[in-house]
């Protein structure tokens, strides 16, 4: 008669259970049904609603006191099993600067013989950050030219071919321009249609092609010709100038503002994306 447990109540002991949002509860001395809605503290006291099948809803003091199927619960805090689901779906929906999928764990390929070149070194800058996860992954590096003046010579010397292939980014690429000149003369080297893609953008320095919105301007302000274009942006935004580590400064504030891919002006995403995209495609594309 005394064998088992025989001061367990008759619907059996309590046992703990996260009050999980949708879970379905039954408070035992209102009889209150309803599904979880939220927890959260209150008055110092952790409180679970509950909305009933009317869509009303009722708060309770998180604890004892709640049936599941006519069995005895303790609801606790959805602690545990929120953050790892909340984990997972940050892992699942994570995205890198560049608006792409990450990859969780992957370490960098060993550099392919491919490469990107940019003019210099804020260009570079810009590319690793919106891009650089993307790059790692698949291998490809980012170098700088140090200027276009010699476009010719720089694609020459890089030889490219089968396995090598070369994207460049050029600044100020516009109809006219002395820059538009050099690349019309670049792509014009024989042999090069498939190993060489050059792209660019409209911008008279890569800091253009980030949003003015992320520095409070509707627009970037017009500098007066005879002007040093990154000296008149420095004078504009009230930010000292006068010397190279000035404009160093002004560069890692302006770098700064860019979070993700929208913070860029679509001409240098669309450049950018189209030169990964053709140093990345296998040999017969």
Known sequence: MLAGDWRAPKRGRSADVPAEAGLVVEEVETGW?????RVE??????????????????AFSLGPGFLIDGRPVTLTKPIAAAAARLDEAR??????ASGSVAVHGATARVASGSRIYVEGRHDAELVEKVWG??????GVVVEMMDGVDDLAGIIAEFQPGPGRRLGVLVDHLVPGTK????????????????HVKILGHPYVDVWQSVRPE???????????RGTSWKHGICAALGWPHDTQADIARAWKQILGTVRTYA?????LLASVEELIDFVTAPEDA
């Open 33 to 37: 049904v309803g599904a979880i809605v």
């Open 133 to 138: 996860d993307d790059l790692r992954i698949e």
């Open 214 to 224: 992320r520095l409070g301007w509707q627009q970037w302000p017009v500098i007066p």
């Open 41 to 58: 503290k209150a008055g110092g006291m952790h409180v679970v609603h509950l909305e009933d099948r009317r869509g009303r809803v009722k």
């Open 179 to 194: 820059e538009a000149r050099i690349v019309e003369q670049a792509r014009a080297l024989p042999g090069l249609t498939r």
């Open 263 to 267: 913070d860029l002006e679509p001409t």
């Open 91 to 96: 892992r699942a929906a994570s995205r890198t």
